[in-house]
């Protein structure tokens, strides 16, 4: 493990009651091969289904390597949204930080030391990702690739901040003086992710490897995506709206309007998400959002299309299908 070395890389991780899953991240992080030394940062936040075991298993067989912080008390639920900033990186000593939740897991031994390379080599280079592999738990229909690009390319900053795909989270790896002072847009956020990626993007280009290096699983218990699920869907996707409005036009302020059109159309496409996660075809299909419908991938706007016009059969088929799979 490279034992009295300087930290490379930090890996940042929060769990929470990710016991199918945990076991995967770890083994993930523990079977890297690099040549410089790497620490993993692990969260977790009270679990109660054995996680938090787990992660003690392989804090004592790693020891130099793992440094796990252990919650008695539910830190996201008293509403800290911001638990990688506060939790994680104030921790990390490596020039770069390395995201992977809980309930993802790397699939590339070698992730860390290519990703670390490239920044090593291009110091303009804020933010470097990759493809993922999509593990659905439950019974979402969805892609089964995270592949936002075609081919290996640069990114330009107004491209990071409106993208018409995500960037997996697990894929993700930036410069740790990045997040050693967290602007309020980042802090107040709901989710972690999207400001990081917006606050790389202030700092210059990013670049995307084409290449599967990852697994991002969802709706896994324990998940944000899940936790969304639960309670009232339609209520929570409004909120969610709300707070990553509040967001982008913190960010906007923090930089100066410089990227205001960008701002701007992502808001208006996160909007136009919203909608079509709550099946209100009826602003999904109007003219006014054709140019996001557009982005939409041709099974989702099929079963759109299919939905709105037939929502009896539609659901019939949907039963059918999953009783198949059954």
């Known amino acids: 493990m490279h034992s009295g070395e300087e930290i490379a890389v930090s890996i940042c991780c929060l769990a929470y009651n990710?016991?199918?899953?945990?076991?995967?991240?770890?083994?993930?992080?523990?079977?890297?091969?690099?040549?410089?030394?790497f620490e993993v940062?692990?969260?977790?936040?009270?679990?109660t289904d054995g996680t938090d075991r787990v992660i003690r298993e392989y804090a004592e067989r790693y020891p130099?390597?793992?440094?796990?912080?252990?919650?008695?008390?539910?830190?996201?639920?008293?509403?800290?949204?911001?638990?990688?900033g506060t939790f994680n990186f104030p921790r990390a000593r490596g020039r770069y930080i390395a995201m992977c939740e809980g309930d993802d897991y790397w699939t590339d031994v070698n992730k860390l030391q290519v990703q670390a390379e490239f920044l090593d080599a291009n110091p303009d280079c804020s933010l470097v990702f990759h493809g993922a592999r999509?593990?659905?738990?439950?019974?979402?229909?969805?892609?089964?690739?995270?592949?936002?690009?075609?081919?290996?390319?640069?990114?330009?900053?107004e491209e990071i901040i409106c993208k018409t795909s995500g960037y997996a989270t697990a894929s993700l790896m930036f410069r740790t003086d990045m997040v050693r002072n967290l602007p309020d847009f980042y802090v107040r956020a709901p989710i972690a992710d999207i400001p990081l990626q917006l606050?790389?993007?202030?700092?210059?280009?990013?670049?995307?490897?084409?290449?599967?290096?990852?697994v991002y699983r969802l709706g896994g218990s324990g998940s944000w995506t899940q936790s969304m699920k639960d309670g009232d869907y339609?209520?929570?996707?409004?909120?969610?709206?709300?707070?990553?409005?509040?967001?982008?036009?913190?960010?906007?302020?923090?930089?100066?309007?410089?990227?205001?059109?960008?701002?701007?159309?992502?808001?208006?496409?996160?909007?136009?998400?919203?909608?079509?996660?709550?099946?209100?075809?009826?602003?999904?299909?109007?003219?006014?959002?054709?140019?996001?419908?557009r982005e939409l991938n041709l099974r989702t706007r099929f079963f759109i299309r299919f939905e709105a016009a037939a929502p009896r059969l539609y659901g019939l088929a949907f039963r059918m299908f999953h009783r198949g799979r059954e």
């Open 199 to 214: 606050m790389a993007a202030a700092r210059g280009w990013a670049y995307y490897m084409d290449k599967e290096m990852c």
């Open 64 to 84: 130099e390597l793992i440094r796990p912080v252990f919650q008695k008390e539910n830190q996201y639920s008293r509403g800290l949204t911001n638990v990688s």
């Open 234 to 293: 339609e209520e929570k996707q409004d909120r969610y709206f709300r707070q990553m409005k509040e967001m982008y036009r913190g960010y906007d302020l923090w930089t100066r309007g410089q990227f205001r059109e960008q701002v701007e159309d992502a808001v208006r496409r996160l909007y136009f998400l919203t909608k079509v996660n709550t099946r209100k075809y009826d602003v999904v299909l109007s003219a006014k959002y054709r140019k996001y419908y």
């Open 18 to 37: 990710q016991i199918d899953y945990i076991r995967d991240a770890l083994e993930g992080f523990v079977r890297q091969k690099t040549s410089f030394a």
């Open 134 to 157: 999509v593990e659905v738990q439950g019974k979402a229909l969805t892609e089964r690739r995270m592949r936002p690009y075609r081919g290996d390319r640069r990114i330009a900053p």
């Open 41 to 47: 940062l692990i969260h977790d936040d009270a679990s």
